[in-house]
């Protein structure tokens, strides 16, 4: 089985900075893609960026230039660094892999339960 667990969220004051996490563990082979998401209340979920696993990364035009994505491949770990934020930045924010599994080599995209940005005005 493989687990992803996010970390790093929070409660934060608008033109501030959170730091998430988000570790992919389990019966791992390679690590592709990763990314993150994110869903407001009565939004549809939107993608906020991805990076490859040679370390490409796409965006979001709304988070362009404040967001950064990374990874450590050696850790199975992405982040996402969020500066000056908003209040409209305020979501529960997963983070997805695209993960191909040491049993029979199946790829699969997995998802982490989430963890809570909230940006105050």
């Known amino acids: 089985q493989v687990q992803l667990v996010e970390s790093g969220g929070g409660l934060v004051q608008a033109g501030g900075s959170l730091k998430l996490s988000c570790v992919a563990s389990?019966?791992?082979?390679?690590?592709?893609?990763m990314g993150w998401y994110r869903q407001a209340p009565g939004n549809q979920r939107e993608l906020v960026a991805t990076?490859?696993?040679?370390?490409?990364?796409n965006y979001a035009d709304s988070v362009k230039g404040r967001f950064t994505i990374s990874r450590d491949n050696a850790k199975n770990t992405v982040f996402l660094q969020m500066n000056s934020l908003k209040p409209e930045d305020t979501a529960v924010y997963s983070c997805?892999?695209?993960?191909?599994?040491?049993?029979?080599?199946?790829?699969?995209?997995?998802w982490g339960q989430g963890t809570q940005v909230t940006v105050s005005s």
């Open positions: 990076i490859t696993d040679s370390s490409s990364t």
């Open positions: 997805t892999a695209i993960i191909i599994t040491t049993a029979a080599l199946n790829t699969y995209k997995y």
């Open positions: 389990g019966t791992i082979f390679k690590v592709n893609a």
